[in-house]
Nanobody, 125 residues
C-alpha cells in the first residue's frame, strides 16, 4: 500500500526555519516524481516544489524560490523540505505527494497521484 507520512510542522516566528520530512512506504522513491504542495485556509492548493524522476530537475514556486530547498534521501525513502526565512504567508498545511509529471519549469495539480495527510506550518509572532 502506497503511503506518505509527513512530519516536522509546527509554530515558528517570522524569519525562522523548519524542515519537513515525508516518509514513503509501499513504493521506492528513486523512481518517483515527488514533491510538496500546500493549502492555506480559504485558499486554493499551491504547488511548492517537486523533483522530476526523469531528469532530476526541480521546480519551485516563485513564492518560495531562494528560501525553500527540496531534497531526497533514497536510502531512507524520505523526501525533505527545508524552509528558511519563513513568512506569515507561508502558513498552511503542507502535503507530500507523488506526481505523474513535473519539471524544473512546469508544475500542475492535474498530475497529482498520491498525497499524505499533511503537516501544519504556522508562521506567527
Amino acid at each position: 500500500q502506497v503511503q506518505l507520512v509527513e512530519s516536522g510542522g509546527g509554530l515558528v516566528q517570522p524569519g525562522g526555519s523548519l524542515r519537513l520530512s515525508c516518509a514513503a512506504s509501499g513504493f521506492t522513491l528513486d523512481y518517483s516524481t515527488i514533491g510538496w504542495f500546500r493549502q492555506a485556509p480559504g485558499k486554493e492548493r499551491e504547488g511548492v516544489s517537486c523533483i522530476s524522476s526523469s531528469d532530476g530537475s526541480i521546480y519551485y514556486a516563485d513564492s518560495v524560490k531562494g528560501r525553500f530547498t527540496i531534497s531526497r534521501d533514497n536510502a531512507k525513502n524520505t523526501v525533505y523540505l527545508q524552509m528558511n526565512s519563513l513568512k506569515p504567508e507561508d502558513t498552511a498545511v503542507y502535503h507530500c505527494a507523488t506526481y505523474q509529471y513535473c519539471s524544473g519549469t512546469y508544475y500542475s495539480d492535474m498530475y497529482l497521484e498520491v498525497w499524505g495527510q499533511g503537516t501544519l506550518v504556522t508562521v506567527s509572532s
